[in-house]
């Protein structure tokens, strides 16, 4: 029967599913010299062609994890047509395949982004079905009510969704400033500032510090990236119930190579994923 062609192109490390799709509607992919449409399988036979050029199977990809510190007024897209700084301008080189960056941060919104060879690892952190939460520090003009951290808890209709925080924690702050640390479950866009703007308060400053188990290291330089080693990707992969590359050759460079230095993590412990 095939595979999804998606799913084919997402595993060679060419974007997320869901970006890939939008190649597909937009008339970027054929199969064997025809426009392939969404839905479509294909077969190990079958030719794949991306804007033109033949897509290559590249066997034994070695799956790699970046944290990057996104600073305010980077882009997430991997073109402008504007000529805007983008997250993909000085990331590492890879020998093949292309970085995905998992979800997206609005312009002047900085923090923890994500970024993956690994098309269904991407795909699988993004999903909303997975149950990985956010947390973002957020400053605010003002300080909220008991009543208002309950509304925002339970539920608030906008624009005809119903967004929530599924848990906000009073940092510190004085005079007009206050700081909040907020988590939500799917990272909707613009989420969080509609939240606050609900209950009358604008936020000033917002940063995203956590994506599920991966935390931003507070040591890291905005616009610097850190790696997950691979004891982290072990657990990711594992958490994810995602088959993981074992004895994969460490990289160049890449801690704890049998010199007995202990690697750094970057995850935090995380309750079970439901199946």
Not at 28 to 56: F, M, P, S
Not at 63 to 82: Q, Y
Not at 184 to 189: I, K, T
Request: glycine fraction near 10%; charge should be positive.
């Amino acid at each position: 029967m095939g595979e999804k062609l998606q799913k084919r192109l997402a595993a060679l490390g060419l974007g997320s599913r869901r970006e890939i799709e939008t190649w597909i509607a937009a008339g970027r992919v054929a199969v064997n010299g025809e426009l392939a449409h969404l839905g479509q399988r294909v077969e190990d036979a079958d030719r794949i062609d991306v804007d033109g050029k033949r897509v290559v199977a590249k066997t034994s990809v070695t799956p790699r994890v970046l944290i990057l510190n996104k600073p305010a007024g980077v882009i997430c897209t991997r073109r402008d047509p504007e000529g805007r700084t983008t997250v993909f301008d000085e990331l590492p080189k890879l020998r093949g395949g292309r970085w995905i960056s998992v979800g997206r941060l609005d312009i002047q919104t900085t923090g923890l982004l994500l970024l993956t060879n690994d098309g269904a690892l991407a795909d699988k952190l993004m999903r909303p079905a997975t149950g990985l939460d956010r947390e973002y520090a957020v400053r605010v003009n003002g300080k909220l009510s008991e009543s208002q951290q309950a509304r925002l808890r339970d539920g608030v209709t906008i624009d005809g969704e119903i967004l929530r925080f599924s848990d906000v924690q009073y940092y510190n702050g004085k005079g007009v400033n206050h700081w909040y640390h907020v988590v939500v479950m799917e990272g909707r866009n613009r989420e969080v500032r509609r939240l606050f703007e609900s209950v009358g308060l604008v936020v000033s400053r917002l940063k995203r510090v956590r994506f599920g188990p991966v935390v931003l290291p507070s040591s890291l330089a905005r616009g610097r990236v850190a790696e997950l080693g691979a004891a982290d990707l072990k657990s990711l992969y594992g958490l994810l119930k995602l088959p993981y590359a074992a004895g994969a050759r460490p990289r160049a460079g890449e801690r704890n190579t049998g010199s007995g230095k202990k690697e750094k993590t970057y995850l935090l412990p995380y309750p079970e994923l439901p199946v």
